[in-house]
């Protein structure tokens, strides 16, 4: 059953649809919110939350949009809203992560594949040092390779900002990505 027909149904309010819709974007939703929280327990929350989210506003959904960047959109506010809730505590990093940074992981070698892992770690860690705008367009664009359009689209923001958060984030990694090398 393709997205849209299932979106048609979950519309309707066919709960077997809607687990469907689920069982298709669970692992995807998962993501989004774990890169952008680093944390396991608080991700699975959000994940949970956003899909609640999505039945209860579906009937608003219109079909012919790209259901993935409105899901974005739910799991990003989300993880905003928790953010600021927050207020940047420290937080614990599971070391059994794989995470699928773009370009990391394209060399077989096992001693760059562990100097590669150790890099995205320390870039995850670094997330957290910057502001939540720049945090959430940077995890959007770096590490999960949306374009600037879908970005606007999910966060709601211009291009511009867009542009601007993400160079300030990119700068402020880089230079704490000095102080540790």
């Known amino acids: 059953m393709e997205t849209t027909d299932i979106i048609q149904a979950c519309i309707t309010r066919d709960q ?3 687990r469907m819709l689920v069982d298709n974007y669970a ?8 890169r952008i929280m680093n ?14 989210a999505v039945w209860n506003k579906i ?9 993935s960047n409105w899901l974005y959109r739910i799991i990003v506010n989300r993880c905003y809203d928790a953010l600021r809730k927050k207020k940047r505590n ?20 096992a001693d760059t594949i562990l100097d590669n892992k150790e890099t995205g770690k320390m870039i ?3 997330t957290n040092k910057l502001s939540k705008k720049q945090k959430i367009v940077f995890v959007l664009s770096e590490l999960e390779g949306l374009s600037r359009e879908d970005i606007a689209e999910i966060t ?9 958060n993400l160079f300030h984030a990119r700068q402020k990694i880089g230079k704490l990505i000095e102080k540790y090398i």
Do not use: H
């Open 124 to 126: 995850r860690r670094l």
């Open 27 to 34: 692992d995807f939703a998962f993501s989004v919110a774990f």
């Open 39 to 52: 944390d396991e327990d608080e991700s699975k929350d959000i994940v949970q939350e956003s899909f609640i």
């Open 16 to 18: 077997a649809a809607f």
């Open 90 to 109: 420290p937080l614990v990093y599971p070391d059994n992560n794989n995470w699928n940074i773009p370009g990391v992981f394209s060399d077989s070698n």
């Open 156 to 164: 709601g923001m211009t291009r511009e900002s867009i542009k601007s």
């Open 59 to 67: 009937e608003g959904f219109n079909p012919r949009n790209n259901f």
